[in-house]
């Protein structure tokens, strides 16, 4: 049995409210954008994602970033896990991404992360998508209990927990 209803149909773009930016299924084709970001802001977000994820990795190279991604549009497709890029209008730039992944931990059917650049960190950007994400997964996704890590629980407090079966 799948996580998702076989019928579910996975948002393909998302607006942001307040923003010029949008949300949209990440892809291989966007190695370009998405490593600047994510080796940008690679110290902050190994904070964030490191215990859990072993991610991102100081020594991470483009090459290793075009696999990872390439992975993701596989799990898009396949509809296992998800990922998102933050982007502007024109899809020039990435300036963060969300993730909605099956449980790896027992307590909801959907878990959900999300983080912006440091450049945009505490400010209206990252309020908005603060804002959207919830919000977004509500409205768009089959979840009766998602669970936002690092938001409504502590990435240890998940760590923690037994694993999903």
């Not at 024109?90 to 059917?109: K, L, W």
């Not at 950007?125 to 938001?151: K, N, S, T």
């Amino acid at each position: 049995m799948s996580w998702l209803p076989e019928d579910f149909v996975h948002p393909v773009h998302v607006p942001v409210p307040n923003t010029a930016l949008h949300l949209r299924p990440i892809r291989e084709a966007d190695t370009a954008l998405d490593y600047p970001a994510v080796m940008g802001s690679r110290e902050r977000l190994w904070e964030i994602f490191g215990a859990a994820w072993a991610w991102p990795k100081e020594t991470m190279t483009y090459e290793e970033d075009r696999i990872d991604l390439l992975r993701h549009e596989k799990e898009i497709a396949a509809h296992q896990s998800f990922n998102y890029a933050l982007l502007d209008e024109e899809e020039t730039a990435i300036f963060g991404c969300v993730y909605v992944d099956p449980p790896e931990r027992t307590g909801s059917d959907g878990e959900v992360s999300w983080w912006v650049v440091d450049d945009l960190v505490g400010g209206e950007v990252e309020r908005a998508l603060d804002a959207l994400v919830p919000q977004w997964i509500a409205a768009d996704w089959p979840f009766q209990q998602p669970r936002y890590l690092g938001r409504d629980i502590t990435w240890q407090d998940w760590l923690a927990l037994p694993r999903a079966s």
